[in-house]
């Protein structure tokens, strides 16, 4: 039996490795995220009628359907189908567009947030809707929503440790870590070391958006 | 070269829902002129400023702007806002921009003008409202009366051939009034052809060429300062005039 610590030293590459992997995972999951919401939730509020649906059944769909069971459907589903899909395409995918629809019903909530006033002059300069939207309201929806933001960016990345355990199975931090415990049956050490690993990711997360939230508040 | 009319409103209806706002308005504007709306509140005034640059939709009735109709919707109304400025009551200045870049936006978004050049221009405009030390401020460092010249200098950025004035003084304490009326009192004296909501008769008495006297959805009486203030026809203007002078 070795201690903690030892624990840590002697499967660092296992460790660091699915470190590695869940970073990569939540990095490039946030970037799709931030992406596809903030253009689902432009969809809910311009003022075209089949764009709202468009981003309604979006957010429907992919907020209503638990992620394990979207990871099998991508997954499993798609390659049934003949779709020959990656673990990393299922996994980022899945994770990406679920936590989209959560930021996009974020972002809405900012959207209303702006007000009118700020539209019409917007556009008694002459900008167009889509520009008033993107130099003008959305700017100001994502300031108003930075802790809203946060809030889902920490919980995508503990969700990130579902793409692990399921079906999909990335080699990720959980995933790796189950495998260190399978080898040494130490379950308490091995565990620690994989809430650390997480805790690293959320906190650092969570330093960000709190930097991004002084830095960029609106005084109104 | 260019004759007529620079707006020209032909028989404009508007309602919101059952109540009636703008009932039957025939309004010409000559290039230059400097024009006062005045009437009791909710009588329809900020409603057909609106309208003019098509920010509201009318429901019949035809509304000219240089010559082009103006239609809520569709490609052309852009171009027509970009040579229409507009002042709100509230400024609503952008929050999230400095002062620079308030005035900047629309000429780098909407014109074709370089950083440099609109900048240059930003500052000319700044100084020309008295407030050349602000542009690098955010707008909630700013007072009422400051905030407005900047909402005044950014509508003037594009260049326009017409201001629209919805009540710029009515959100602001008394002795920052002056300070905006004098920026706009400059503007008329210059030349630009303007619209003007307000309740300052000082203002109107003194810059403008014509008052137009709106009550109910209807232009009730129009005429110069003289004519409006001193020979009154209609009983409604009358009324009007004695409440606003005499209180």
Redesign the interface.
């Known amino acids: 039996m070795s201690g903690l610590w030892e624990v840590l030293t002697e499967h660092l590459p296992e460790f660091s490795s699915g470190f590695f992997v869940t970073f990569r995972l939540v990095a490039i999951s946030f970037v799709i995220a931030m992406v596809v919401g903030t253009l689902v939730a432009a969809m809910r509020v311009a003022p075209v009628r089949w764009l709202n649906v468009v981003g309604g059944v979006y957010v429907e769909f992919f907020r209503n359907i638990p992620l394990l069971v979207l990871l099998i459907i991508a997954f499993a589903g798609l390659r049934r189908a003949g779709v020959p899909i990656n673990g990393w395409v299922a996994g980022i995918g899945s994770l990406g567009l679920y936590t989209a629809s959560y930021i996009a019903e974020a972002l809405r909530s900012g959207v209303f947030a702006v007000?009118r006033?700020?539209i019409?002059?917007?556009?008694?300069?002459?900008?167009?809707y889509p520009?008033t939207l993107r130099?003008?309201v959305l700017?100001?929806a994502f300031?108003t929503v930075i802790p809203a933001l946060a809030s889902l960016i920490i919980a995508m990345i503990k969700n990130s440790a579902i793409v692990g355990a399921s079906i999909v199975a990335l080699p990720d931090l959980l995933k790796e870590s189950r495998q260190v415990q399978a080898e040494t049956f130490q379950t308490n050490e091995v565990f620690f070391w994989a809430a650390v690993g997480y805790l690293v990711l959320t906190l650092t997360a969570t330093l960000a958006f709190r930097y991004f939230e002084s830095r960029?508040q609106?005084?109104? | 070269m260019q004759d007529g009319h620079l707006v020209q409103l032909d028989s404009v209806r508007k309602s919101f829902g059952d109540n009636l706002v703008l009932d039957d308005i025939d309004l010409s504007i000559d290039r230059g002129a400097a024009i006062v709306v005045a009437g009791p509140s909710g009588s329809g005034k900020s409603t057909m400023l609106?309208c003019i640059?098509g920010?509201e939709s009318i429901e019949s009735g035809t509304i000219r702007f240089d010559g082009r109709p103006v239609k809520s919707s569709g490609?052309e109304i852009?171009?027509i806002?970009?040579?229409?400025?507009?002042v709100?009551q509230?400024f609503?200045?952008?929050?999230?921009m400095t002062v620079l870049q308030n005035i900047t936006?629309?000429p780098l978004?909407?014109g074709d003008a370089g950083r440099e050049p609109s900048e240059r221009r930003a500052r000319d405009l700044l100084e020309r409202v008295g407030i050349p030390e602000k542009a690098g401020d955010?707008p909630?460092d700013l007072s009422g009366g400051q905030q407005q010249r900047v909402?005044i200098a950014?509508?003037l950025a594009?260049e326009p051939k017409l201001m629209?004035f919805d009540e710029p003084t009515s959100a602001l304490d008394p002795e920052m009034i002056r300070e905006v009326l004098d920026v706009m009192r400059d503007l008329a004296r210059e030349g630009m052809t303007m619209i003007v909501v307000t309740h300052e008769m000082g203002f109107a008495r003194e810059v403008c060429d014509r008052i137009v006297f709106i009550d109910e959805g209807q232009i009730v009486e129009q005429g110069t300062p003289d004519e409006f203030f001193n020979h009154t026809q209609s009983e409604r203007a009358k009324e009007f005039v004695d409440k606003i002078i005499h209180h």
């Open positions: 007000g006033g700020q019409d002059a917007a556009l008694s300069l002459g900008l167009s520009r130099r003008i700017p100001q300031r960029f609106i005084r109104r | 609106r640059n920010l490609r852009y171009g806002r970009a040579q229409i400025g507009m709100f509230q609503n200045l952008f929050p999230h936006l629309a978004e909407v955010y909630a909402a950014r509508a594009v629209l």
